[in-house]
């Protein structure tokens, strides 16, 4: 699930890192198993390309990829708060829409 309500948050939300590979490609099989292992340590939550710093070094495709591997790897167990940290009100808005 995507946090919509703060009612939905507590505890401890864990910025995630985006692992990429060699060729500039998310390790899509790194990232759903980090985000297994910390759902099985008890994170509350998972923060994909949020407080890690490489939001700005990712592409907006990047950025799409981790966070769908992300909730599917989540599966809905936990809250999934997608990191947003364009400078522009337009971009941010577009991005908290998946576009």
């Known amino acids: 699930m995507i946090a919509t309500s703060p009612d939905l948050l507590s505890g401890i939300i864990t910025a995630t890192p985006t692992p990429v590979l ?5 390790d ?3 990232a759903a198993n980090l985000a297994n292992r910390l759902v099985a340590a008890g994170a509350d939550g ?3 390309i949020g407080g ?3 939001y700005t070094a990712l592409t907006v495709e990047q950025r799409q990829t981790m966070l ?3 909730l599917q790897a989540v599966a809905g167990r936990i809250p999934v708060v997608a990191g947003i940290l364009s ?3 337009g971009e ?3 991005a908290g ?3």
């Open 68 to 70: 769908d591997v992300t």
């Open 87 to 89: 400078p522009g009100v």
């Open 92 to 94: 941010t808005l577009a």
């Open 46 to 48: 998972l923060a994909p």
């Open 52 to 54: 890690t710093g490489e």
């Open 28 to 30: 899509t099989k790194a």
């Open 97 to 99: 829409r998946g576009r």
């Open 22 to 26: 060699q060729d500039g490609s998310i």
